[in-house]
């Protein structure tokens, strides 16, 4: 299965990636069977998180084929593979770097690198970029993303990421924003798993009231 397979088949049945940012090796599987009890099948592990590598570890091996889980923060070549030795099948960075993009396309990963303008877009989809990151979206508006649709390819998914919460989620929708990805507002360190259950299930909601 091809890098852009994998990505449509988990983000089709929900457009929200779940950034798990401060999340511990030792919660993390409980955290991850929340999300995907609520209907989330893309899970991101930013590296400034607690042993990340760890994390990617076990709900890589928790979820295998059920969910899209990786790295997130990822500013380098080294921590491609590093996150493909963990068993992580998804790179998302907050920025445009074509050498992070190639090494994730030539390991056979879904790369979603961070862009802001339509040169960083562009530049990310000629080194292979599976999906584009809208980062940060908070520093825009879902404006942007309706103007830059107009020129960039249709079928590379955008995502909104930064400051995207339940009451913003139709806005990016409707401005042509395949998917939005989730950090604060979804999941704060050291948050038990029933309160990632009850906010991912009022994200996911609110994705679907869009539909």
């Not at 921590?79 to 068993?87: D, F, K, N, T, Y």
């Not at 924003?177 to 996911?204: F, M």
Request: with cysteine; aromatic share 4%; charged share 20%.
């Amino acid at each position: 299965m091809s890098p852009s397979e994998n990505f449509r088949r988990h983000f089709a049945p929900c457009p929200i990636v779940a950034i798990i940012r401060g999340v511990r090796p030792d919660e993390v599987e409980a955290i991850g069977d929340a999300l995907y009890e609520a209907g989330i099948r893309i899970i991101e592990v930013p590296l400034n998180s607690p042993d990340p590598l760890d994390s990617i570890r076990r709900l890589s091996s928790r979820l295998d084929d059920r969910a899209l889980v990786g790295a997130g923060t990822v500013l380098s070549v080294d921590q491609v593979a590093a996150v493909r030795e963990a068993g992580g099948r998804l790179i998302v960075s907050p920025n445009t770097s074509p050498d992070v993009v190639r090494a994730t396309a030539a390991a056979g990963l879904v790369s979603c690198p961070g862009f802001f303008t339509p040169s960083e877009a562009i530049a990310a989809i000629d080194a292979g970029a599976t999906a584009l990151k809208f980062f940060p979206a908070e520093a825009g508006s879902p404006a942007v993303i309706r103007a830059q649709r107009t020129v960039l390819p249709r079928d590379i998914p955008i995502l909104a990421v930064g400051g995207v919460d339940a009451a913003s989620i139709a806005g990016w929708l409707r401005a042509g924003a395949d998917g939005v990805g989730i950090s604060s507002s979804l999941y704060r360190p050291g948050q038990s798993a029933d309160e990632t259950l009850a906010r991912a299930t009022a994200l996911v909601a609110a994705v679907r009231a869009c539909a």
